[in-house]
């Protein structure tokens, strides 16, 4: 390409300075990060999907899977931490997303085995709107860590840590809905008993998603 003074112009090469920063084998956290969150969302449309029809054989055997590929990814991250001299981001901030994401896929697959444990084959509305947020989270999350391992502006991922919050605001109040109807009498005691633990455990599991973009937004903003 010619120039103004009619020399030939060169366009610079683009390229990405966090590849330089990054070693490719710390480009596995956020591999693996991204893995987690779709076991995590897999399992919060399985938890729907039961609410909507019937905890099957087939799907309690599906429930298990993801728990076993939740905890052997939470495991890969431990694994490739312990052996990196230097990693992407701080080591503790690593540890707690990881925690974090496999808490989230233990919730929902203990919510959802729950339900025959519980011997629960009727379910709440509360119940239903839960699992239609928690499923919305799980998308949330797994679009947030996407721009976390492309290094996306930090308007970006505030933006959406700010609509992970309001699911997460959602998911309360329909927490506190569910808690005043439980306590309102309708309900026998042994009802009240089960009903609060399911409630409970898709609330940690939202709380946990939060969590998760949050602390992955306070990363981005150190490093900004």
Do not use: W
Not at 10 to 22: A, E, G, H, Q
Not at 30 to 48: H, P, R, V
Not at 97 to 104: E, G, T
Request: with cysteine; aromatic share 8%; proline share 2%.
């Amino acid at each position: 390409m010619l120039g103004v003074c009619g020399k030939k112009e060169y366009n610079m090469p683009k390229f990405n300075l966090m590849s330089y920063i990054m070693p490719p084998e710390d480009k596995m956290f956020f591999t693996l990060f991204q893995d987690s969150a779709e076991i995590c969302k897999l399992s919060a449309k399985l938890y729907n999907e039961v609410l909507e029809t019937k905890l099957t054989e087939e799907k309690k055997e599906t429930a298990l899977k993801y728990r076993k590929k939740g905890k052997l990814s939470y495991k890969l991250v431990l694994k490739q931490l312990n052996k990196s001299f230097i990693t992407p981001i701080e080591r503790e901030d690593i540890q707690y997303i990881a925690v974090q994401l496999n808490k989230i896929n233990k919730k929902i697959v203990k919510a959802c085995l729950n339900l025959e444990v519980y011997h629960l084959t009727e379910y709440t509305e509360e119940m239903k709107e839960q699992a239609l947020t928690l499923v919305s989270a799980t998308e949330q999350l797994g679009d947030i860590i996407k721009k976390f391992k492309k290094v996306s502006d930090v308007d970006d991922i505030t933006k959406s840590n700010i609509a992970m919050k309001e699911l997460e605001t959602h998911g309360d109040e329909i927490h506190l809905k569910a808690m005043s109807e439980l306590f309102s009498g309708k309900f026998d005691t042994l009802d009240v008993i089960k009903l609060r633990d399911m409630y409970k455990e898709i609330e940690n599991a939202l709380d946990a998603c939060f969590n998760v973009s949050d602390t992955i937004l306070s990363v981005v903003l150190k490093g900004a």
